[in-house]
């Protein structure tokens, strides 16, 4: 490996690809004769925790939206044919970073498509080629039938198992709240309740720049880029508030987040540039920074389930563990070789499964035992919520057979 850790790998990803997002995104917004409001968008973009996470976290989003930006310059705002083309090559690497994406594209090449009717076939074989770019050298690793069958079963379980989706995570009003929370406190680092003094400040100082923004786009007609911009998003909030994890995962409301603040730039290219206006942007940039500093330290701790590995490995004697499928499967994955039983189908009277083991339950399912099943909490471990929802408190309980 030519930067000798994973870690250090992704973090140069994640540097690349807030460059070319700051780069593009400058471009696509087009602040003439105004350099203070490009160095505000571009303040916003590395300031911002959501984005800060994400490039120093294992995952494809980050680089998925540089992609993302970087083929809505080239299909929307440029009209010459290699710009069409080399958009379209881009938008098939995107397919394969982050195919979750692809509603965000659909927009621009139907605009592109709508507009090249001529160069239909090329335009489509631009998108193919960047296909091929990332298929041969997946099907040459695994192979085509290994493939084909990762990708039918990560489908399946996907939609209708550990998705998250609307399948397995019916509550609407739960689902929607929890979209709103992600997009004000994971990704804007607004206040809610639990969170710092520093977050209420930057709320406050948010709320002129966003007022901006509705002034500038109330006054001003939307041009065509934005309308197609917004679309985007629309059809992409409607994806993930369908078929992704909104619930546990508030990484996919990075797209969503990037729009407002392209939206938070057009505020402050609005703004009167007096020194109260000045000042308001001021304490809203270094707020972000802050918070922003704060998640990327916490981000390097270990997450709660990182933690509860390590203290199963620790563990010298035999367990049965009884928790839910996905803590298994990262479990046994990490190398922690106990038996498992899924919480959700054990027998009531799972004390017979011990085989004179000690018994732990990860997480609390004590609904399902019998009344002669004692349980004694053990440990809990945590993380800060912001950094990961995801499983941030895990608590560890005993069981004992009072009958024995």
């Known amino acids: 490996m030519i930067t000798g850790s994973l870690a250090n790998s992704f973090s140069i990803i994640g540097a690349i690809s807030t460059f070319i997002i700051i780069y593009y995104s400058i471009l696509i917004v087009s602040f003439k004769n105004k350099l203070s409001s490009n160095y505000f968008l571009m303040a916003l973009i590395l300031a911002n925790p959501m984005i800060w996470i994400m490039s120093n976290r294992y995952m494809p989003d980050l680089m998925g939206l540089s992609l993302f930006v970087a083929s809505f310059y080239m299909l929307v705002c440029q009209n010459e044919k290699k710009y069409m083309y080399i958009g379209g090559v881009i938008s098939g690497l995107l397919l394969g970073v982050r195919l979750s994406y692809f509603p965000l594209l659909i927009l621009p090449m139907i605009k592109v498509l709508r507009e090249n009717k001529k160069n239909t076939l090329q335009f489509i074989s631009s998108i193919a080629l960047g296909v091929v770019i990332w298929l041969i050298p997946i099907v040459y690793i695994t192979g085509l039938d290994n493939l084909i069958y990762v990708a039918q079963n990560q489908s399946l ?34 206040y809610w309740l639990g969170r710092s003094f520093i977050t209420i400040l930057l709320s406050i100082s948010m709320i002129p720049i966003l007022f901006s923004s509705i002034s500038y786009f109330k006054s001003n007609p939307l041009d065509s880029k934005i309308k197609i911009l917004i679309g985007c998003i629309a059809l992409y909030v409607i994806w993930i508030l369908f078929f992704q994890n909104i619930v546990y995962k508030s990484r996919h409301v990075l797209p969503v987040i990037y729009f407002i603040i392209v939206l938070l730039s057009y505020g402050y290219n609005y703004l009167n540039t007096n020194k109260y206006n000045k000042i308001i942007s001021t304490i809203f940039i270094i707020c972000s920074i802050y918070i922003g500093g704060i998640i990327a330290f916490q981000h390097k701790q270990p997450t709660a389930i990182s933690k509860v590995k390590d203290y199963l490995i620790e563990s010298r004697e035999p367990l049965t563990i009884i928790t839910t499928p996905l803590i298994s499967y990262y479990l046994k994955s990490s190398g922690v070789n106990f038996t498992y039983y899924d919480a959700h189908k054990i027998d009531p009277t799972i004390y017979n499964y011990g085989d004179n083991n000690k018994i732990l339950m990860i997480g609390n399912f004590q609904e399902v035992l019998n009344n002669k099943i004692s349980v004694t909490r053990d440990t809990s471990f945590y993380h800060n919520p912001y950094v990961n929802r995801m499983w941030s408190t895990i608590n560890l309980y005993l069981l004992e057979n009072d009958s024995r």
């Open 157 to 190: 379980g996907h939609f209708t198992d550990f998705g998250g989706t609307m399948i397995t995570e019916s509550d609407w009003s739960y689902r929607i709240k929890l979209f709103l929370h992600t997009i004000w406190s994971d990704g804007l680092g607004g």
